[in-house]
């Protein structure tokens, strides 16, 4: 398999519910990101992995906990989510964090948070 | 700061029409820019790129001039397909740890 994977697809979860969106890159790629798609509104930057190390939080409610155990696996864990958290989740690679590095998307976690 | 700002959407046109869609960007730095799509229940594509001032990127029929003069990476195709229906982001990175900033998305159909 190539590229990069995100499951589950859709997750449906309740305010007090804990779960996981999980992604896997096949592209060989050390760094890795996620990304927040809601309606109407620029991609937003949650954050960034390179090699393993976090390099970038944007500002993210502990509610989002990330975890990167190894440059091929990403991890979100959500707890006490809000009904405004329900988005599309997008997790990208890229080979490096220079700026003529491009992005590689996953297909996103569709979270509807009810 | 940094920012990129695409027409609003949604463009309908006919199958064989001509495409441009704006794109302008503010920046710190000398930026490289990006186009990417994003067919339905799929996530983003890159489509084209450009690293410096004057470089045309190129893909799939789609092309884009990187103006620094005016700011500007307006995408362009001679002849749209009812297939090239999909939402299309400008990017733009600069600095060190990749910054992406994206546009807010436009929306594209294409009737037969």
């Known amino acids: 398999e190539t590229g990069v994977t995100q499951t589950p697809r859709h997750l449906v979860m309740g305010m007090t519910n804990k779960k996981s969106l999980k992604c896997e890159q096949h592209?060989?790629?050390?760094?890795m990101y996620w990304y927040k798609q809601s309606a109407k509104k620029p991609l937003e930057l949650m954050f960034v992995?390179?090699?393993?190390?976090?390099?970038e939080n944007n500002s993210v409610p502990s509610r989002f906990s990330p975890e990167c155990p190894n440059s091929s696996h990403l991890f979100l864990h959500l707890h006490t989510l809000q009904p405004e958290d329900s988005a599309l989740y997008l997790c990208?690679?890229?080979?490096?964090?220079?700026?003529?590095?491009?992005?590689?998307f996953g297909n996103g976690t569709r979270l509807t948070v009810t | 700061g940094n920012s990129v700002t695409q027409m609003e959407g949604p463009v309908t046109l006919s199958e064989e029409a001509f495409l441009t869609i704006n794109c302008t960007y503010t920046a710190t730095g000398y930026p490289s820019l990006f186009w990417y799509v994003q067919y339905p229940g799929e996530g983003l594509q890159l489509l084209l790129k450009?690293?410096?001032?004057?470089d045309k990127g190129s893909n799939k029929g789609f092309e884009a001039t990187y103006r620094k003069e005016t700011t500007s990476f307006h995408l362009e195709k001679g002849s749209v397909q009812v297939s090239d229906s999909a939402v299309y982001f400008c990017a733009l990175s600069v600095g060190t740890g990749n910054q992406f900033y994206f546009g807010t998305g436009t929306s594209l159909t294409v009737i037969p």
């Open positions: 450009a690293t410096k001032a004057d």
């Open positions: 592209l060989g790629h050390n760094a």
């Open positions: 992995y390179n090699f393993k190390e976090q390099t």
């Open positions: 990208a690679s890229s080979q490096g964090t220079g700026i003529n590095s491009p992005l590689h």
